[in-house]
């Protein structure tokens, strides 16, 4: 079986801080060693022949041996064919072609070594921060190891990482090797966010899955608040669960979407009848009727009132097409139409509910077809009304690729946020208490 290899064993420990760069170094160490595919990306980038057609790789870090201490000891077997000296790091358009690796006199740590026999050595020097010295790179110590050729290689981290990230989108990992690679993808984001290469949303491209963390980093970001998480099902985005922090009373959350050509930041005031009454029954309900008319090219709302049963998921709800204005929809509800919030019987909704809904223009006649197909889903629950509205923030997709370019796409969400919620009378989360939001803070009810 061999000797176990203290540095790259999962089952033994590693006495470093998370935010150490060899922590990096190992994690990337460990992924080459147990995922082909993902060792022979590393090989495509440098331009060098992949696995099947090299010798059994040996992997090693934190060695002064070029090659392996054993074939050193040995004079007949001390040529080797090829070495590659690889300079990791945040850099984008570096080049080291034209540099020369030179005899190192004094004592060398490599930070990682691929062996594959006397075919191919590749050295990796590893740095986290950008712009650091190349020394270490174009500097070997080779202890007597001849070599036919050489060269050095400056490889960009957002580079390798969104190859291998690659492979997760198309699913050419087995289950193991994926969980291995989303471990390292996940501790890259936590420790080294900077080193992804969808740490803006133009770097994301076109993935939905980085465009989602981009997405769930930047609300992160913008509250201050860990507790975001990827919305559930088919939709790009990130959602924030409010009323559990900072522990909003008329909102339940909020979300960062993707919607079509437009990043939306939204929200639902009123969906639950606690959250109705925290809308409609304090002074929060003029506040955003106030909010919307002082900002009617930035903020838009919609009726969002709708018929469901409990816990009943989104596909199994009744939307209804209601054509109001929001400001005369909030008044209505703010009225006697309150009365009619929360349950009702299965046998009354289409004798007394539906009619009313539809003389109200809650309702329209293109709602009524789909009044038997919910009846049916409901059988003899209750149904519940819930006079939900939408709200929400639009940027046109190209114009928050540009402001997350030019680092300033999580203010812009963080004020809107602010605002936002100040309207409503609701507690801030962190981040929007922060100095450079310009929104003082505020207090619930």
Known sequence: ???????????????????????????????????????????????????ARLPEPELDMQTSYVMAPTLVAEPDVTVLHELISVFLSPDEGLHLSQAQIAERSRGQRLDGVLRFGDRLVVVIECKTVPHAPTGQAEELRRRGVQVERSRVVALGWHDLLEDWWALLERGLLAPAEQVLMEDLIAFTEEHFPHLLPFTTLGRAGDYDLRRRRRLVALLREATGLNEVEPTRGPVIGATLMTDVVPGTRSTQRIVLQQRNDSLVLVTWPAELKPKAEALYRTG??????????????????????????????????????????????IRRWSGQDFDQVGAHPHNRIREDLWPWLRERQYAGPEDDQQLDAFLHRLGRRDTHLRPSIEVQRTWPWAQAVDLDERGKLTSEIRNAIAELFRALDEPLPPACNAPGTNIPPTHGH
């Open 284 to 329: 929060r309900a003029q506040g955003l009727i106030d909010f919307l008319a002082a900002h009617p090219g930035t903020w838009q709302a919609r009726p969002n009132v709708y018929l469901a049963f409990h816990n009943a998921p989104f596909a199994q709800r009744l939307y209804l097409h209601c054509h109001l204005d929001p400001s005369d929809y």
């Open 1 to 51: 079986m061999g000797t176990v290899n203290r540095h790259l064993s999962v089952f033994l420990p590693y006495d470093r801080p998370p935010q150490h760069e060899d922590q990096l170094t190992r994690a990337a160490m460990i992924v080459m060693r147990a995922v082909p595919l993902a060792r022979d990306a590393l090989l495509v980038l440098l331009k060098a022949p992949t696995s």
